[in-house]
């Protein structure tokens, strides 16, 4: 398989590359040019190909680079190297260029070919202003621009929209192969990240899960009746976010606010047995944050959540500054559920109490819209989720690579990670300055809760360990695969990882036996 896609890739040229094998004009040989995104080639693209071959020599395609292309919320789906390899194996094409710019217009300039090939739907009526501007660069160095016959149309986007592409391992082993990634890279790095002090500072959320029997309902009222089996209370919200940390071999602090009450004892016996130390700040006027859910016949029935989200006293808040100066820590981590800890003023207060030598994080899972992940600023990494960036930027529409470079810049963080639910990441930062898209990991999803803290704790460890993003992002999405693969909030341990990698590994092999012989 290498050998057949070696050959292709011959046909990629760089824009350099490429002026020196044509040569300049005046040429032996006639040179047309097609330029497009080619995220998917369907028949109409094949025909146009096909006709601009036949008015030249030499047909040199180029594709726009992936950070340029803005059709779509989550376009490209397939990556430029796949895109430049799938026009690389037709025959017609001579060769293939990846343009790094907006526009082809520096391609044309520095080309100067004969031709500039468009689709038939650019020459019906006014030209476009961007085709207009083509023409014009045409026309200095006496090229022609011709149109092909539109005698099949096919959209390239309503195509995608009926079913993306699933190339999820080429994709990843795309960007791996790119930054000289392997995968005995990732199983190394889950090694190093151990002993690493963090302190997690944030909301403790007590989930309860409360098995029911459903016995019926009323008729003349919309209630459902029920009978009690049993209960069961969970450390959520930040609490679960350092027992993801302590799983994965950090060495943990946690500070946190609890009411005067029975699950106080609860979240302290649990960070005991997580051999988590524990800072914590009674505050007598507010309980400990608890979620119930009532589940009936294997079903969510209804969620009784006993919360105050009333901005902590600056008495209590005086205390967690002093608790975040003084605790020795190479990475801080501000894990907000909005329950009061957190909000714009103290989270200021909170962030001028971390020393500037120490590697900042921050989180912000909030479902309603009291929380705003901008308000964190010059942290080290955020990782948000795609509905909390659209919120903070006022912005529905605009495409992942978009929101992310602008959430970066009024956020003044160095690096994010936008989380995307079951089509995976994307990732922007300093390294990164036009971003990446990593596929989801998950093959079975089971249950979802718990991935974003997963991913919290793994990449925060990676990041400050590596100080590679993509590093951080890979380890961080394959934790939250093995969370969604487990059945409630589970810590995820790095031997599951070092399982989920090896899977990866294994299944992206070319096998022998499926490889095509060509003699």
């Known amino acids: 398989m290498d050998k057949i896609k070696n050959k292709y890739s011959k046909k990629i040229l760089s824009l350099e590359k490429l002026k020196i094998t044509v040569g300049k004009k005046p040429r032996k040989q006639k040179i047309i040019l097609c330029h497009g995104n080619f995220d998917v080639v369907h028949p109409g693209h094949i025909r146009h190909l096909i006709y601009a071959k036949s008015k030249a020599d030499l047909l040199i395609v180029s594709i726009t680079a992936d950070k340029h292309i803005q059709k779509g919320t989550y376009r490209p789906f397939v990556p430029e190297n796949l895109r430049a390899l799938n026009l690389a194996a037709f025959e017609m094409v001579d060769f293939v260029t990846i343009d790094n710019n907006k526009k082809p217009i520096k391609l044309l300039e520095n080309l100067k070919p004969d031709f500039f090939a468009k689709g038939f739907e650019y020459s019906s009526g006014t030209l476009p202003p961007a085709t207009q501007e083509e023409a014009k660069v045409v026309e200095k160095f006496n090229g022609e621009m011709i149109f092909t016959p539109g005698d099949i149309i096919y959209s390239s986007t309503q195509l995608l929209s009926l079913s993306e592409p699933k190339i999820d391992n080429y994709k990843i082993l795309d960007v791996m192969q790119r930054n000289k990634i392997t995968f005995d890279i990732l199983r190394e790095t889950l090694k190093n990240i151990k002993g690493i002090k963090v302190h997690v500072v944030g909301d403790t959320i007590v989930d309860t ?24 209370d969970y450390t959520g919200g930040a609490a679960i976010v350092a027992k993801h940390l302590k799983k994965a071999g950090a060495d943990v602090s946690f500070t946190t606010i609890l009411g005067n009450d029975k699950l106080q ?39 009784i959540d006993k919360v105050d989200n009333q901005p902590i006293s600056s008495n209590i808040l005086t205390k967690m500054k002093n608790f975040i100066s003084k605790e020795k820590a190479d990475i801080v981590i501000f894990s907000d559920f909005r329950h009061g800890i ?25 479902a ?85 803290d997963a991913l919290l704790a793994y990449s925060s460890l990676t990041l400050f360990s590596t100080k590679s993003l993509l590093l951080a992002s890979l380890l961080g999405s394959l934790a939250a695969a093995c969370e969604c693969e487990k059945d409630g909030n589970i810590t995820v341990n790095p031997d599951e990882i070092i399982e989920k990698i090896n899977g990866i590994e294994n299944s992206t092999r070319y096998q022998s036996s499926n490889e095509v012989k060509i003699k």
């Open 209 to 232: 899960h409360t098995k029911t029997n459903l016995i019926g309902g009323y008729l003349k009222t919309p209630t459902a009746s029920v009978s009690y089996q049993d209960s069961k």
């Open 265 to 303: 004892k609860f979240v302290i016996d649990e960070m005991k047995k997580s051999k988590i130390k524990l800072n914590y700040i009674l505050d007598k006027n507010r309980p400990t944050t608890n979620k119930n859910t009532i589940v009936a016949g294997g079903y969510n029935l209804l969620k």
């Open 368 to 452: 309603s819209r009291w929380g705003n992940i901008t308000d964190f600023k010059n942290f080290d990494l955020i990782t948000p989720n795609e509905k909390e960036t659209r919120f903070s930027l006022a912005d529905q529409d605009a495409s992942i690579s978009d929101i992310s470079r602008r959430l970066k810049k009024s956020s003044k963080n160095k690096n994010l990670i936008l989380k995307l639910g079951e089509r995976g990441i994307f990732s922007y930062g300093k390294s990164h300055p036009n971003g990446f898209a990593l596929p989801s990991f998950t093959k079975n999803i089971i249950d979802a809760v718990g991935a974003g």
């Open 342 to 366: 957190f909000n714009k003023s103290s989270i200021k207060a909170l962030s001028s109490s971390i020393k500037k030598s120490i590697f900042k994080v921050a989180d912000s899972q909030v």
